[in-house]
Structure formats: C-alpha cells, structure tokens
C-alpha cells in the first residue's frame, strides 16, 4: 500500500473518531443517579423504571422490557416530579434516552440529585 492510501486511511480514521465523540457531547453535563422513575407511552401503560443518569435536559433509564421506539413521545415522572413531557432519542436494548420538552429547572435538578438518589438500590 503507497503512502498516499495510508494517509487517507488514517485521516478517515481521524475524522470517524472526532465524529463519534461530538455526538456523544451533551448540551448539560449529566449526574449519575439510581432515582425511581415512571413513564407511560401515548399508547400504553405505566412502567416502573430506574433512572441512571439525569441533566437539565433528559435522562438516560433502563426498563429491562422496554419496546419504545425512536422518536416516541412519553410522559416521565422523576419521583414525585411530574409529569414530564419527553421524547425517546435513543435506545440501546434495555437502556433509553429521553429529551425533556422543557428543560429542568435548576433547583429542581438539584432537588432529584441530593434527595432522591438511592445508590444502594439494585435494578
């Protein structure tokens, strides 16, 4: 292989990385949490779901039997906190990423972080 095909392979590489990592950035720093949560679809019913990371603007949750798509529209509640008006960004198998509609307010981002938060609890 010429030092020219090498080159480009590389800086395909270069550019498939830097890709990967913009879209993993997030508008909002995100805080580890174990907060106990709920969600219903337009369509469905309620589901029980532990939340593992949350911001000002979404959340990342696992629902071990989850069948939400893409780009679906749910109702969330964080604890007591709700309802939320969320859409569905991304799911990879058992843990989903939701949008807010409306971002968070501060305090209550802080409120979920320091008083709902239970570490110890399992999935």
Not at 46 to 71: H, M, N, Q, Y
Not at 85 to 101: D, H, L, Q, Y
Request: glycine letters at 4%.
């Amino acid at each position: 292989m010429d030092d020219a095909r090498i080159a480009l392979r590389m800086l395909n590489k270069a550019d498939d990385s830097q890709t990967h990592e913009a879209a993993n950035q997030r508008r909002e720093p995100r805080h580890v949490v174990q907060v106990a949560g709920r969600y219903r679809s337009r369509v469905g019913t309620a589901r029980d779901i532990w939340i593992k990371d949350i911001s000002e603007t979404g959340c990342r949750f696992f629902d071990k039997f989850s069948v939400l798509p893409v780009d679906s529209s749910i109702t969330f509640r964080v604890g007591s906190i709700g309802p939320i008006s969320a859409k569905v960004r991304w799911r990879e198998k058992s843990v989903i990423g939701i949008e807010f509609e409306n971002p968070l307010y501060p305090s209550v981002l802080e409120h979920i972080i320091r008083t709902m938060d239970e570490p110890d609890q399992a999935e």
